[in-house]
């Protein structure tokens, strides 16, 4: 990677995305990294497209990411993901979420949800890991444990440990909710897991193919 | 949303990851200031916010921003340090004030923070407020970041009671809700100097104006030599002098990122704007590119100061500039071509356009418009604007706030022949009612309009994330506050007590019955709505519905109501006995997110909708 750092958090409104790029910042700078983060979310409480930015690095000057210089998107719903897909560079990282919400339009019938976004982004020459991190936030009982899944899932692609990122999770629920510690835990391991087993059944077909 | 209890504020030299709202709000504490009124606009919103959790600070929210601009300067009168702050199109309300008190001057520092929505992230037009500086003969300082927002705040602090001017301190969405690194100071407290009676400086009538009027020149001439001497405009230098820069705001991180070896001259009190100093500086480049969101104001400036400089004829005068927007449009200024880009396109998805929330009590509202015939609906300001949209297309118009009030009577007065049955009606919400609805309201009654308006209650300023406001009877800090009652507020304003009507915006018949009643009687009603914002504390859910598969017939009719738990799972056509097809639309509600306010099941004639059997929302995290 580049001295500066490029992550792009997409989602809807209410998913969490701003809270998740949030984390993240706090994770670099927890490291030493000067970070900005920035989003245009004056609607995003409706239901509407949220995209947050995060660059990390020794000075970050411009806030927001230039179009097709994103290292890793991180996408908390599929057509979101493939909505952005133009923001990472040649070789970057696309980590989606499969699960998907359908706005109003789509249920009126005036527009089509994509038939398979993964497979579209994939299509367009980008490396996806995908999972279903709805499905595993349901699992563990809470559909907000999400943002959490998706942290797990993007810690491993990050240009530092782990560790730090769990860490910054967990600090947060420390303080505001302790009685959600263990279950956060619990769903970044989850999110983590699944992006790991995501990557090496990519690399499997891959090889395979 | 403000917390009846303040926080502790962190240390000074504590460095904190604030966006720029927070880093006004830090400095304006910090600065002393004493008042600090509002109302909420985005991107400026969280200013106040942020603030009414400082201890030993007054804040408020203010009724529209002309009253908080008013109440501020009332403070710095008193001899406070006062603050302000609104967005862009706020400016337009409190400008009434704002040029007349620029006469005045202040006592008290003050400061008037303006975000402008560069780029329409959530606004209706897109102005560049730092014309106000020129208009009212005021300094207008532009930070470029979270830090520069808390310096400069202090600074505009220093530079108000210097210069007994108030100063437009011009932020931008990516000043407002950018985060980043801030390194906080010290809080100083500043006693009120208290009010001194005199009558030729704080009364304007003509003959005190006019005595005015040249010491505001001459404020404007001293403001000149500061802004030449000040140490927010700075020459970061560069070795490629091809082409130098002079920015302001967020532009001067653009440029650095993508001519990182440019001289740049970084404007941050950039109103007046040093020319001279930027005399000098244009002679040290081979070219000059003003870089400045949105307007060519320095450009202008300095074209007619007979400086060559390149600006928006190579740079767009719309939206937000960036580094891949300012590398081509300077490549071209060089005549160099760069290579070719690697961007790819995007890949085509539906657009996803802000929806109501799921049991929204405006969604009753506009299903029911959506059903009445031959009606033209003026709208407001707030989210019931989103009734333009889909599916209900029940919004004719909206301009600016209050609006919809005067827009009704012209569309009344004006109506031609082909219109003469048309039913005229107005959209506004509560806060915006407030704001500046309650005078287009007094007129229609004056003026014997025939309008009707459906006045939506919600208890909260809902658009902006729910602040309070008058309506619902709490102040910024949650507290208890005096509480307007709209049916009186409206009858006092001249509407008839039988033209009056409050109505549960949920009771679909009651609505349309209402709308279609009064629609046709010629003088002005108001129809009253009164259930909260499902995103205020007043609001309370109820048990989730759902549908049982055998009983949809696919009508659609649920599907109407825009509500967004409601989702399509398959469509057909059939074709009926005469031969017609029909689409049909099968459904779901999802009912996670359900809130059971009954709405689709007031038009679902198969009585396909139910309570949801057992709750299939899981509420693991409602234990702890």
Redesign the interface.
């Known amino acids: 990677m580049s001295e500066t750092t490029n992550i792009l958090v997409v989602g809807i409104g209410g998913q969490g995305v701003m809270t998740a790029t949030e984390i993240l910042a706090e994770a670099a700078i927890a490291l030493g990294h000067d970070a900005k983060k920035t989003e245009v979310a004056g609607m995003a409480q409706r239901g509407g497209v949220v995209s947050s930015h995060l660059r990390f690095g020794k000075r970050v000057l411009s806030p927001q990411i230039t179009p097709g210089t994103a290292d890793i998107l991180l996408g908390f719903e599929a057509a979101e993901g493939m909505r952005w897909r133009h923001m990472l560079r040649p070789d970057g990282q696309a980590l989606m979420n499969v699960g998907r919400l359908t706005p109003p339009v789509v249920d009126l019938g005036l527009y089509e949800y994509p038939a398979d976004p993964v497979a579209s982004v994939r299509a367009a020459g980008t490396r996806v890991v995908a999972f279903d991190a709805t499905s595993i936030a349901l699992g563990l009982g809470e559909i907000r444990l999400g943002n959490t899944v998706m942290l797990g899932a993007i810690s491993s692609y990050l240009p530092f440990p782990a560790e730090v990122l769990e860490a910054a999770v967990l600090k947060r629920f420390a303080t505001r909710k302790p009685a959600l510690l263990e279950l956060n835990r619990r769903a970044f391991a989850a999110g983590r897991d699944a992006a790991a087993n995501a990557s090496a059944e990519e690399l499997a077909a891959a090889v395979a193919g | 949303m403000a917390t009846a209890s303040s926080m502790i504020p962190a240390p000074a030299q504590s460095r904190l ?1 604030m966006s720029g709202n927070d880093a006004v709000s830090r400095a304006v504490w910090d600065a002393g200031v004493r008042v600090a009124a509002a109302y909420p606009g ?2 400026s919103t969280e200013m106040l916010e942020v603030l009414s959790t400082y201890p030993d600070i007054y804040t408020e929210w203010s009724v529209n921003e002309k009253v908080s601009l008013e109440v501020a300067f009332g403070a710095s009168m008193a001899g406070s340090r006062a603050f302000c702050a609104m967005k862009h199109v706020g400016v337009n309300v409190a400008s009434d004030a704002l040029m007349t008190l620029t006469l005045t001057g202040v006592k008290g520092g003050l400061v008037l923070a303006v975000a402008d ?1 560069v ?1 329409l ?3 209706q037009n897109e102005q560049d407020s730092r014309t106000w500086g020129r208009f009212a003969h005021i300094p207008v300082l532009e930070p470029a ?1 979270s830090q520069e927002a808390y310096d400069f705040t202090l600074a505009a602090f220093d530079l108000s009671e210097r210069f007994q001017t108030p100063v437009l301190l011009r932020l931008t ?2 000043i407002c ?5 801030v390194t906080v100071g010290e809080r100083k407290t500043y006693p009120a100097a208290g009010f001194t009676k005199e009558s030729t400086r704080w009364v304007m009538v003509p003959g005190h104006a006019a005595r005015r009027l040249p010491l505001l020149f001459e404020r404007e001439k001293a403001l000149a030599v500061a802004s030449a001497e000040s140490a927010l405009n700075f020459i970061d230098d560069g070795s490629d002098r091809r082409v130098g820069f002079i920015a302001t705001g ?1 532009a001067a ?2 440029v ?2 993508a001519f990182p070896d440019a001289p740049l001259f970084k404007l941050g009190f950039a109103y007046p704007a040093p020319i001279e100093r930027l005399r000098e500086f244009a002679a040290s480049v081979d070219k000059l590119v003003v870089v400045e969101e949105i307007e060519p104001l320095l450009e202008n400036e300095l074209k007619a100061a007979g400086i060559a400089v390149s600006g928006k004829d190579i740079l767009p005068r719309i939206g ?1 500039l ?3 927007v300012l590398k081509p449009a300077v490549a071209g200024l060089l005549g160099e071509t760069l290579p070719a ?7 085509p ?9 799921v049991a929204c009590p405006h969604l009753g509202v506009y299903y029911t418009l959506s059903q009445v015939k031959n009606v033209t609906v003026a709208g407001d300001i707030g ?1 019931y604007t ?1 009734g333009a949209g ?2 209900w297309n029940a919004l004719d118009a909206c301009i600016s706030m209050g609006a919809s009030m005067g827009m009704a009577l012209g569309l009344d007065k004006g109506r031609g022949e082909a219109d003469a049955d048309r039913r005229i009606v107005a959209v506004i919400g509560d806060s915006t009612f407030m704001h500046m609805g309650m005078q287009g309201l007094l007129d229609i009654v004056y003026n014997r309009g025939n309008v009707t308006v459906l006045l939506l209650d919600n208890r909260a300023v809902g ?1 902006t ?1 729910g602040q309070n406001n008058p309506g619902n009877g709490r102040d910024i800090h949650n507290n208890p506050a005096p509480q307007i009652d709209f049916e009186s507020l409206v009858k006092a304003l001249g509407v008839r007590e039988e033209r009056v009507h409050v109505v549960n915006p949920y009771e679909l018949p009651t609505l349309f019955k209402r709308l279609r009643e009064e629609t046709k009687i010629p003088e002005p009603s108001v129809i009253i709505t009164n259930q909260p914002c499902v ?1 205020v504390q007043d609001y309370q859910p109820k048990s989730p519905f759902m549908v049982e598969e055998d009983r949809c017939t696919g009508c659609g009719s649920c ?1 109407d109501i ?1 509500c ?1 738990a ?3 799972t398959r ?1 057909d056509t059939v074709q009926k006995p005469n031969g017609k097809e029909v ?1 049909r ?1 099968f ?1 779901r509600i999802e009912t ?1 997110a359900c809130t059971g306010c009954g709405l689709c099941l007031q038009p679902c004639a198969p009585k396909a909708i139910v309570p949801a059997a057992v709750a299939a929302k ?1 509420h ?2 409602q234990q ?1």
Do not use: Y
């Open positions: 990851f985005t991107p929505d780029g992230s959530s606004s970041d969405t990516r809700h950018v985060k980043a690194l967020p991180m653009h650095r990122e937000e960036a580094p891949n880009s690697q961007v790819a396109a995007p890949l998805v539906f657009p996803r356009p802000p929806t109501m929330c989210c989103l889909h599916p658009m994330g995103l599907v825009g967004p409601i989702h399509v469509r689409a639309s459904v996670a899981v693991v995290l702890h």
